[in-house]
């Protein structure tokens, strides 16, 4: 999705929301004890020869660990972030959120995510130094679980090498997206096993409950917690974004260990899940159904003087059920988004009059598919715009005057095109006409 850089710069971290609502001690989550240090660092042994028998994955070395306080783990962010993500980027995820209607204009992403992280943080791995960093302030019985999580991913760094994560080619957001969810899912659902052993439940089969994504997905509808107001207040797209790793990822490799063994999921990190489609619909990743890459070319020339791309990027199933749910219902949102076959965007700016626009192509696995997301994403933009008139033109394409530009979307077969910023018809137009040529392969 389109502000993947910053969750992938601390690709490991444990969100504390997400934290407490696996197990039940909420409302410990508040409380800042002082950190019984000595105590946890001793425990730490245990706990990962605890998930190395759970995840029948050996111990090839032992791990360091070290508490962080809120200032320290902020300092980590914004040196990750930094490392990843240049201030132009950052200015170009903002924008392109500003111009779905996902964050108000004047919305400062880098700086929320920021307080967002300082806020959510529980612990983190850090590949680099092999070493896992614990929240200084969270209870003891937390800490456990924190632990259980991120020696899972120490786990998973001495036997798949986790660093390949952490320098993506950028461009493919929505793989990207799609490998932190198995890195991440994973880790959650040793946790949530670890924590079931604690409470005596050790025998529990996780492939014989139901759907841990919906689970963790109910969970979420009850929190608008107060402990968290960074996380409460924040736009949806970021609590989404942050959250779908751990929820949807713990989802797929439960449907992955239905169908094999703790062995089967090893060969899950030779052959990567290549979008969130195929995280959202596990059966999709294990029929190999692949998105369809489409090259959207540079439309800079079309648009004319001044306006340059600023970005180019895969959006993904979950990136247009992001984008549709702000303005629709949940289900009318997911229903739509369900057909994805593939996309690609570019996002194009004029600095010297400060017009932003962005050009969407998107594939649809059937044309009723793509009818149903045509009529979803009209429906959309209508309730974006605050458009009190209907558009002007039928069935296959539709043009809309808004405050901030023309928008238009075009369904041609198997295919929906959006354009939404552009100056005049004739411009509009020349976008189509381009935009159309696109290849896919
Ligand atoms: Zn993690």
Redesign the pocket.
Known sequence: MMFKRFTASL????ALALLTNTGAARQGAAVIKPPETAAAINASDDVLKTVSRMRELEIKQPVKSAFKTRDEIEQSVIRDLDEDTSPAEFQASQKTLARLGLVPKDFQLRDYVVKLLREQVAG??EPKTKEFYLAAWLPIAEQKKVMA??L??ALQDQHFNLRRFEKWPKGDADAELAAHAL??GE??LVMILYDLEQQGLGGVDITKLGSLTERLLDNDAETSDPSYPVLSAAPRVLRENLQFP?IYGAGFTQAILKKATWRGLNDVYTTLPASSEQIIHPEKYMAGEMPVKIDLPDLATAFGKGWKRADADVNGEFGYFVILSEFLPKSAARTAAAGWGGDRYGFYENPATGATALVQYTTWDTPGDAKEFFAAYSQRTEQRYKLKHDADTGTARRVYETSEGLASIEIRGQDVVMIEGAENREQLARLQERAWQSKKK
């Open positions: 690709a490991l971290l444990l983190f791995y999580h991120e899972v991913h890195v991440e880790a959650t751990y």
